[in-house]
């Protein structure tokens, strides 16, 4: 079963950047969608960035025009670089892959350990 390893985090102080990297062990990416989350403290994990077929992406409002999500399949990593970063992303970033609607919902997506992210001001 493929296995997602999350690397990159760190401290950095607001207006620095940071590159996320996710790679996957066990299998391939192949042509999953593939999502960057994130759990900041007292608050939901929730999609911030994702990138499917045809390498369409998608971000939440908080994030747009700061962070790029991307994916090297021949390396089997995506990638969220994140630019100017503001105190408010602090948060544990998490990697995701779809494996589609044929795995129930409880099976469906597949975690990394997650990163930590702190944004000091």
């Known amino acids: 079963q493929v296995q997602l390893v999350e690397s990159g985090g760190g401290l950095v102080q607001a207006g620095g950047s940071l590159r996320l990297s996710c790679q996957a062990s066990?299998?391939?990416?192949?042509?999953?969608?593939m999502g960057w989350y994130r759990q900041g403290p007292g608050t939901q994990r929730h999609l911030v960035a994702g990138?499917?077929?045809?390498?369409?992406?998608n971000y939440d409002d908080s994030v747009k025009g700061r962070f790029t999500i991307s994916r090297d399949n021949a390396k089997n990593t995506v990638y969220l670089q994140m630019n100017n970063l503001e105190p408010e992303d602090t948060a544990v970033y998490y990697c995701?892959?779809?494996?589609?609607?044929?795995?129930?919902?409880?099976?469906?997506?597949?975690w990394g350990q997650g990163t930590q992210v702190t944004v000091s001001s």
């Open positions: 066990g299998g391939s990416l192949g042509g999953n969608a």
């Open positions: 995701s892959l779809d494996r589609g609607s044929d795995y129930s919902p409880s099976t469906r997506y597949l």
């Open positions: 990138i499917r077929s045809g390498d369409v992406t």
